[in-house]
């Protein structure tokens, strides 16, 4: 790659190319990410979708709030399972919003340990809006 084609205009996100440079040697050149500044807007929009989605699922009872989190995570059902110390059939079960309200408190920390968050935040799911905010909606 030339020098000139390897200019991106980056700041967020810096990288060092080899590049040809005038003289014909290959040399080091800090430049900006062609994938950052082309295409972490895109993956932001992604996953901003998937969160909505995952806490719509999450709301109507579909899932679990630990489902959530091992989805955004990027989590398979063994890696939780072992990084969590719960046997694989639990973790399923934990996965399904039935049966979430029996999971002890105990076994809530693990899950929050996993996901490097608090219980408070994986309870908030139960009660957030899809933008968000805390449902206030008492029903009355």
């Known amino acids: 790659m030339k020098e000139q084609e390897g200019i991106i205009d980056c700041p967020q996100q810096q990288v060092i190319l080899y590049v040809e440079k005038e003289n014909g040697k290959y040399e080091p050149m800090q430049t900006g990410s062609y994938i950052t500044k082309n295409f972490l807007d895109d993956y932001e929009l992604k996953r901003r979708n998937l969160e909505e989605s995952l806490k719509r699922q999450v709301l109507s009872g579909e899932v679990s709030p ?15 399972s072992a990084r969590a110390g719960i046997r694989q059939g639990k973790v399923k079960k934990h996965l399904k919003g039935f049966h979430f309200n029996a999971i002890p408190q105990e076994t809530l920390q693990l899950y ?29």
């Open 66 to 80: 630990i489902y959530y989190y091992m989805v955004l995570e990027d989590l398979t059902l063994s890696e939780l």
């Open 112 to 140: 929050a340990d996993v996901f490097n968050v608090t219980v408070p935040d994986i309870l908030k799911l139960l009660t957030a809006d899809t933008d968000g905010s805390t449902n206030t909606n008492t029903g009355s």
